[in-house]
Nanobody, 122 residues
């Protein structure tokens, strides 16, 4: 599967942004999907993940209540709705696919899209 993330940009603290990740192929629904981010000078970290059916979601503590991961399997698209953005959310956000049960561990993902930059100014 090939992944293409989009939707990043420059916003102010408190604003909202929605990221999208378009997947190629017709088997999108077999992949557990995740969003990860890498801030300047830091390691890439887990943000959110969603099961193949979309029934279960997982979040890192710092985004719980602010970010929502979702997917549209017929349209082969993954989303990350980000509300109440903070300057510390500034990072390159990448989507990833795993042909197994969903995981929060980046090393367990099989496919990665290029990142999209989100910059949150104070």
């Amino acid at each position: 599967v090939q992944l293409q993330a989009s939707g990043g940009g420059v916003v102010q603290a408190g604003d909202s942004l929605r990221l999208s990740c378009a997947a190629s192929g017709r088997t999108f629904s077999i992949y557990g999907m995740g969003w990860f981010r890498q801030a300047p000078g830091k390691e890439r970290e887990f943000v959110a993940a969603i099961t193949r059916s979309g029934s279960f979601t997982y979040y890192t503590d710092s985004v719980k209540g602010r970010f929502t991961i979702s997917r549209d399997n017929p349209w082969n698209t993954l989303y990350l709705q980000m509300n109440s953005l903070k300057p510390e959310d500034t990072a390159v956000y990448s989507c990833a696919a795993r042909k197994r049960v969903v995981s929060t561990v980046q090393g367990e993902y099989d496919y990665w899209g290029q990142g999209t930059l989100v910059t949150v100014s104070s």
